[in-house]
């Protein structure tokens, strides 16, 4: 069975710092490429990085560049979203999901891409 569990949420105020993981079970986190996804209240799920699984090649969205880091260890089959200057915008549920197909060299920021989810974890940024 796949599993995906997202951890490290928490309340953090702007211009600090927190890091999310995201423990992988079933498969290892080098076989398929992993993507971390945002939702605000009120607001459409996006998606903010996303690592593929041999290369570890990596995409980030507009918003996030610069300051978000996306990386993984593969001994522990788990994907790490580092996130630094953090502002207001970032508050919201931050999940990270899997894409099964085989792909090494890319990654895909596309929610459909993506068919294995975690539970999601909770960022709050205050002002």
């Known amino acids: 069975e796949v599993q995906l569990q997202a951890s490290g949420g928490g309340l953090v105020q702007t211009g600090g710092s927190l890091r999310l993981s995201c423990a992988a079970s079933?498969?290892?986190?080098?076989?398929?490429?992993i993507g971390w996804f945002r939702q605000a209240p009120g607001k459409e799920r996006e998606g903010i990085s996303c690592?593929?699984?041999?290369?570890?090649?990596?995409a980030y969205a507009d918003a996030v560049k610069g300051r978000f880091t996306i990386s993984t260890d593969n001994a522990k089959s788990t994907v790490y979203l580092q996130m630094n200057a953090m502002k207001p915008e970032d508050t919201g549920v931050y999940y990270c999901?899997?894409?099964?197909?085989?792909?090494?060299?890319?990654?895909?920021?596309?929610?459909?891409?993506?068919?294995?989810w975690g539970q999601g974890t909770q960022v709050t940024v205050s002002s």
């Open positions: 999901a899997a894409d099964p197909r085989p792909l090494y060299t890319y990654c895909s920021l596309y929610e459909d891409d993506h068919h294995f």
């Open positions: 079933g498969f290892s986190s080098g076989e398929y490429a």
């Open positions: 690592i593929s699984g041999r290369d570890a090649t990596t």
